[in-house]
């Protein structure tokens, strides 16, 4: 072993090799400093007295399957120009750290690939080091987002665990990076954001939510310029959870045992969208034999399927006269659900129809909430709510599949 080979394969500096020892299945090299080389670690004077040393242990990168680690007398020095003792500078570990910086990148490096406890266990370190190693790199590096050039952005809640857990997220549409992560939901979860927004000077273009009362308070207050576009799946889904809600009425209304035969079962086929229909399982006739027993079903459904083409349409002149023509449509229909939903979509009509103006939506956003889901299944939860937080943060960095 030489000083030559410590410089190349463990990034050691400035150091001298002195020797090595084979003890209990680990590899330790011995190391010191040349006094030359001696710095005050406040000013960089060379002007310093040696004051002795302090023994320390540093885990390195492995070699093979054998932990390695460092032994190194770390010394003190009187410096002339500050007139006080300090321990000198180490080159190759951090402060208050038991590894080396080498140690740090390999550790994070098998991260991308592994567990956390996979990764302690090939390392033959405790948990809870790996994890404050990726703790220390996720807040270095996603820790404070720079929200400055934000231009179009989305907003939703995510559920985190039983009962009303939930966590607010802010994703930037441009890039596709999480720059806030809230705790609870509603007004309250979004002010540290809309704190740190105005003290970055950001410009915000367009915001895309669904049509909740405190998104759009929320964002009239505080973001009175931007465009305001209500997130059309959103739209969608609250037509579907409405007409689920008619086929189990009008199932419970049914008269006969024929007539329970037939709408039994049907409300999965009732929001499915037409060319998704399996015919091998003879879907087509089931769900028209449903829609002709009931009229009101049959308004609900086909108008359901006339929603969608709010979002298709060549302009927002023309979006505009169709959804005027459906919300007509549905107040004639005497269906009181649908009657309900018409007043909605009017009352919101500004910003769905915003969609022609930034064609955004909260899909992205659903997409991460995805990958959210499948860390948190992988980590089988998460204890620390920092920790996940960070986690999220540097979440479209991140990549999952699966192995075997």
């Known amino acids: 072993m030489s000083t030559s080979l410590m410089y190349h394969a463990f990034g050691l500096r400035g150091y001298q090799y002195v020797n090595s020892s084979y003890e209990n299945g680990r590899v330790t090299f011995r190391i010191n400093q040349p006094r030359d080389q001696f710095r005050c670690p406040d000013c960089g004077s060379d002007n310093v007295w040696a004051q002795g040393s302090a023994p320390r242990t540093f885990r390195s990168v492995p070699i093979g399957t054998k932990p390695t680690q460092i032994h190194f007398a770390v010394p003190r020095v009187y410096c002339f120009v500050c007139q006080n003792v300090r321990q000198v500078k180490l080159h190759f570990a951090d402060p208050c750290k038991r590894y080396t910086r080498a140690f740090e990148r390999y550790a994070l490096d098998l991260s991308r690939h592994m567990t956390i406890k ?39 809640e995510i559920a985190i665990g039983k009962g009303h857990d939930y966590l607010t997220v802010v994703l930037d549409l441009i890039s596709g990076a999480v720059v806030f992560v809230g705790d ?82 049907t409300r999965w086929l009732l929001l499915k969208n037409p060319e998704n229909l399996d015919p091998q399982r003879n879907e087509q006739q089931r769900l028209q ?97 920092k920790f996940y937080k960070l986690k999220i943060l540097g979440i479209h960095e991140s990549q999952y599949a699966l192995v075997g």
């Open 118 to 156: 996979a990764v302690a266990e090939h390392l033959q370190v405790s948990w809870d080091t790996i994890k404050a190693i990726q703790a220390a790199s996720l807040q270095r590096r996603f820790g404070t987002p720079k929200l400055g050039k934000l231009k179009q952005i989305a907003i939703d």
């Open 184 to 265: 609870g939901k509603g007004v309250e979860a979004l002010e540290p954001f809309w704190r740190r927004l105005r003290r970055s000077r950001a410009k915000i273009e367009a915001v895309a939510t669904d049509m909740g009362r405190p998104y759009i308070r929320a964002v009239r207050d505080n973001l009175p310029t931007a465009i305001h576009v209500f997130d059309h799946f959103h739209v969608v889904k609250l037509f579907n959870d409405r007409l689920s809600a008619l086929s189990r009425e009008l199932y419970q209304q049914a008269r006969t045992n024929t007539e329970r035969q037939i709408l039994k079962g």
């Open 289 to 385: 034999d449903a829609l002709e027993l009931n009229t009101p079903l049959t308004m609900a459904y086909y108008l359901k399927d006339d929603l969608r083409q709010l979002w298709s349409q060549p302009n927002k002149r023309t979006a505009r006269r169709v959804l005027r023509d459906w919300i007509a449509r549905a107040r004639a229909s005497g269906v009181r659900m649908l009657e309900r939903m018409g007043d909605t979509l009017e009352a919101h009509a500004k910003g769905i129809l915003a969609f022609y103006d930034y064609p955004i939506s909260t899909g992205p956003l659903e997409g991460t909430n995805t990958k959210i889901q499948a860390m948190k299944r992988q980590a089988y939860g998460f204890r620390d709510r």
